[in-house]
């Protein structure tokens, strides 16, 4: 009787033992739920356990985000862009006056690098539909006529009620930043609902609320060409509420006679921006983050510690045409084992 009890006595500072040297939570303390919207594969990761409803939630705000901002189909940012076509004032919804607000300033912070008053030049050369794609770039006529027609956004007016361009036909391309607002979108929506610890992740662009379990979320930045085993261009820990977005031409492009031909148009030529392989940006607002990487991206290496500057930007880096690094001190000091070029 007395052995049993002192049998049991030491199996109970065995398990209460155990019970204290647990490991802090790992991998399996965290959970993954991927949506699909905005033409991305979304993955929504939070430290614990996932709450389906939340992510229901989340699923139909980004659902709803993509109706109202896709150029295609019928959604309201369609039926603008349709107005326009043959008249310079469109109705603006108040569903999308805040974006249109936002974006036209974050054109002008650009200095008209970020601006998407390029809409027709996108669907000129193709990426604005899976449908569109082609395999040569559009005749040299038709992109001059669509550079020399096209309405900038900075250039716009903006009321409570409409907006007015320069001339129809216009078409506006929220492309490179509507990704970023939706992040924000659904960030606030997981604070709202009491998650204190979650990453989300939009196709490699990033935002985070505050940690995984008691360690800072970290993330690797793509190399734009990966090249002997090396897919990451550097990696990093990423804080509560800071955002982390990359512009690459790997993303969408046609290779015609051995030039790549992406998706990130120098409004101010109307062909595929020369300079860069990607940028890469990392500020509080993922709005901000998308514009400014896609900005960055078209001002290439001779412009970008400017064009970031003005758009409030302090940690970015580039990868130039030819493969060189150019970062900011800000971005230097963030990221480690940054790859040789
Ligand atoms: P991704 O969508 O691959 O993350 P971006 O954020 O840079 O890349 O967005 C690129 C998309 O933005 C293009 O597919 C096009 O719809 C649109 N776009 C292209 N060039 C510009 C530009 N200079 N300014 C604003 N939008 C652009
Ligand atoms: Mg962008």
């Known amino acids: 009787m007395k052995q049993t009890f002192i049998g049991l006595a030491l199996c109970a500072i065995l398990a209460w033992g155990v019970w204290q040297q647990r490991p802090a939570p790992t991998h399996s303390d965290v959970t993954h739920r ?18 389906a409803a939340v992510m229901n939630q989340a699923q139909a ?25 043959t ?35 996108v669907r000129l050369w193709g990426f604005d539909d899976e449908d569109h794609f082609r395999d040569t770039p559009p005749p040299t006529p038709q992109l001059k ?21 320069d001339q129809p036909p216009a078409r506006f391309d ?6 970023g607002r939706a992040v924000d979108e659904v960030m606030s929506l997981l604070r709202a609902e009491g998650i204190n610890n979650a990453i989300i992740n939009a196709g490699g662009d990033i935002k985070v609320i505050g940690q ?52 990130i148009i120098d409004p101010r030529t109307g062909y595929p921006a020369q300079g860069s392989q990607s940028a890469t940006v990392l500020h509080s607002s993922a709005e901000r983050a998308d514009a400014a990487a896609t900005a960055l991206f078209v001002a290439g290496p001779t412009d970008a510690a400017s064009v970031m500057q003005n758009m409030g930007v302090e940690a970015w880096l580039l990868v130039d045409a030819n493969g060189d690094i150019h970062a900011s001190d800000a971005m230097r000091a963030r990221v480690d084992d940054l790859a040789a070029p």
């Open 87 to 121: 008249q310079a004032r469109a109705a603006l919804p108040t569903t999308l006056h805040d974006g249109f607000v936002a974006a036209r300033q974050l054109c002008l912070d650009s200095d008209g690098r970020f601006d998407p008053g390029v809409g027709d030049l």
């Open 174 to 179: 929220f492309g490179a930043s509507a990704k």
């Open 145 to 165: 006529a669509a550079l020399q027609q096209r309405s900038s956004l900075c250039d716009s007016a903006i009321d409570a009620q409409s907006v007015v361009v």
């Open 34 to 51: 991927e949506l699909f919207a905005l033409g991305t594969l979304i993955q929504i990761s939070v430290a614990g356990d996932i709450d």
């Open 212 to 263: 995984r379990a008691q360690r800072a979320w970290r993330i690797g930045i793509r190399h734009p060409r990966p090249h002997d085993g090396r897919t990451m261009l550097a990696s990093l820990n990423v804080h509560d509420g800071e955002a982390i977005f990359t512009s690459g031409d790997y993303e969408r492009f046609l290779i015609h006679d051995g030039v790549r031909y992406h998706h």
């Open 61 to 85: 705000a980004l659902n709803m985000l993509e109706q109202r901002w896709s150029v295609l189909g019928d959604g309201e940012l369609a039926q603008l862009n349709q107005t326009l076509q």
